[in-house]
């Protein structure tokens, strides 16, 4: 089982509210994800870290915003929440080792925009 | 847009039939993995294919990596209903380091 936590698991808020959307990883991995997975539909990557203090934006345009101060923690803000940011959110992380490529994912959080 | 397709989007077989899913992208691949997502579940991690041509096996599944790179498939033989979920599979380009994943294809396995 893989040990990677995303907080909270379900979330319902109005328009315009700020929330951040946790994910801890205890692997040790260089490498962490943000995915945003409408139902039956495949994954957009919004943001990725190769390691601390280093964050990209993903091929899905996203007003949210990432940090990554520690190795374990990767954040994900939503400034200014609209019902167009209802979805799921999957974190996920991997090593930086070339061979182990796999992606561990968390639980996601489902996220309701009202 | 979409750079990773995969077909059928959906399948529904009776229990013990095969099933395939075939996945093509439109850039080649430095390699690709396969992953299986449950209904209201996170993507699992089921293999990664690096060369040419391989063939990997995993008890009743078959995955193969295309000689040129650039497309894929899963072969379930004798499905179960263990097996309901949503087969994705997640290609990463030469160039870069982000993997980019199908479309998905979506399996139900009638009793």
């Known amino acids: 089982e893989a040990d990677i936590y995303q907080t909270p698991r379900y979330l319902v808020i109005g328009t315009g509210k700020k929330i951040t959307l946790e994910c801890s990883q205890t692997?040790?991995?260089?490498?962490m994800y943000w995915y945003q997975q409408d139902p039956g539909m495949e994954l957009h990557l919004i943001h990725y870290?190769?390691?601390?203090?280093?964050?990209e934006k993903g091929d899905l345009s996203s007003e949210s915003t990432v940090s990554r101060i520690r190795t374990e923690h990767f954040p994900l803000t939503l400034e200014s929440a609209r019902p167009s940011h209802t979805s799921q959110y999957l974190c996920?992380?991997?090593?930086?080792?070339?061979?182990?490529?796999?992606?561990?994912f968390g639980p996601g959080t489902r996220l309701t925009v009202l | 847009g979409q750079q990773v397709m995969q077909i059928p989007q959906y399948q529904h077989v009776q229990e013990g039939e095969d099933f395939t899913t075939y996945c093509n992208s439109s850039?080649?691949?430095?390699?690709i993995q396969w992953y299986k997502q449950r209904p209201g579940g996170h993507p699992v991690f089921l293999i990664q294919?690096?060369?040419?041509?391989e063939v990997k096996k995993q008890k009743r599944l078959t995955f193969q990596f295309g000689e040129a790179k650039k497309n894929s498939s899963l072969h379930i033989t004798a499905t179960q209903t263990t097996d309901v979920g949503t087969y994705f599979c997640?290609?990463?380009?030469?160039?870069?380091?982000?993997?980019?994943f199908g479309t998905g294809t979506s399996l139900t396995v009638i009793p």
């Open positions: 870290s190769y390691g601390v203090n280093s964050t």
């Open positions: 996920a992380s991997r090593s930086l080792l070339e061979f182990y490529n796999e992606q561990f």
């Open positions: 997640a290609g990463m380009r030469n160039t870069g380091n982000q993997f980019y």
């Open positions: 294919l690096v060369k040419s041509g």
């Open positions: 850039t080649t691949l430095s390699n």
């Open positions: 692997m040790g991995h260089d490498k």
